[in-house]
T-cell receptor, first 115, second 112 residues
Framework: GAGVSQSPRYKVAKRGQDVALRCDPISGHVSLFWYQQALGQGPEFLTYFQNEAQLDKSGLPSDRFFAERPEGSVSTLKIQRTQQEDSAVYLC?????????????FGPGTRLTVT | KQEVTQIPAALSVPEGENLVLNCSFTDSAIYNLQWFRQDPGKGLTSLLLIQSSQREQTSGRLNASLDKSSGRSTLYIAASQPGDSATYLCAVMGGGADGLTFGKGTHLIIQP
């Protein structure tokens, strides 16, 4: 079946622009996660959804970052007034049910470059 | 705060060798541990998931072990092949976070 998909795969933004990154999880997966991966580093957790509820946003680096999943399927990560330090790969993952015991499946990521 | 460390950071070995990648974590109160591989410019591919109650998992030439009390996991790769070249990431769920906490990875090169 189809895996996790993300769009766009690459995004170049000028500093100060707003961007929106999309994630389509595996159909039927309840849990959805966003991660940020800087060059040469492991991914870092940003936020977690269970269905449409955002249960944890403790990893969002600033109030310029906002995520939503209004119908419990597709999710969007929005970054306002982008800064150079926001340049990274943004990864989305989904899992079947509760966050703690199930395997997470990752999408290919969106590489964001802020110039 | 959970911290995950992977050793070595990089490894280059001839084809055919057996090898071990190491992962350690600071908070033993985990729910599970996952090993992933990441190819350049690509997302993460899940290799093995070990629940906290398990000691090891096997898939083909891969075997992962978990010693929760000591905060350690190893990934054993048998009869390595050039196609195994990638970055291998270890990640744990638990220890206070709602998402996975990752190490920085081991960059593995298998020489033909």
């Amino acid at each position: 079946g189809a895996g996790v998909s993300q769009s766009p795969r690459y995004k170049v933004a000028k500093r100060g622009q707003d961007v929106a990154l999309r994630c389509d999880p595996i159909s039927g997966h309840v849990s959805l996660f966003w991660y940020q991966q800087a060059l040469g580093q492991g991914p870092e957790f940003l936020t977690y959804f269970q269905n449409e509820a955002q249960l944890d946003k403790s990893g969002l680096p600033s109030d310029r970052f906002f995520a939503e999943r209004p119908e419990g399927s597709v999710s969007t990560l929005k970054i306002q007034r982008t800064q150079q330090e926001d340049s990274a790969v943004y990864l989305c993952a989904s899992s079947l049910e509760g966050r703690r015991t199930y395997e997470q499946y990752f999408g290919p990521g969106t590489r964001l470059t802020v110039t | 705060k959970q911290e995950v460390t992977q050793i070595p950071a990089a490894l280059s070995v001839p084809e055919g060798e057996n090898l071990v990648l190491n992962c350690s974590f600071t908070d033993s109160a985990i729910y599970n541990l996952q090993w992933f591989r990441q190819d350049p410019g690509k997302g993460l591919t899940s290799l093995l998931l070990i629940q906290s109650s398990q000691r090891e998992q096997t898939s083909g030439r891969l075997n992962a072990s978990l010693d929760k009390s000591s905060g350690r996991s190893t990934l054993y790769i048998a009869a390595s092949q050039p196609g195994d070249s990638a970055t291998y990431l270890c990640a744990v769920m638990g220890g206070g976070a709602d998402g996975l906490t990752f190490g920085k990875g081991t960059h593995l090169i298998i020489q033909p």
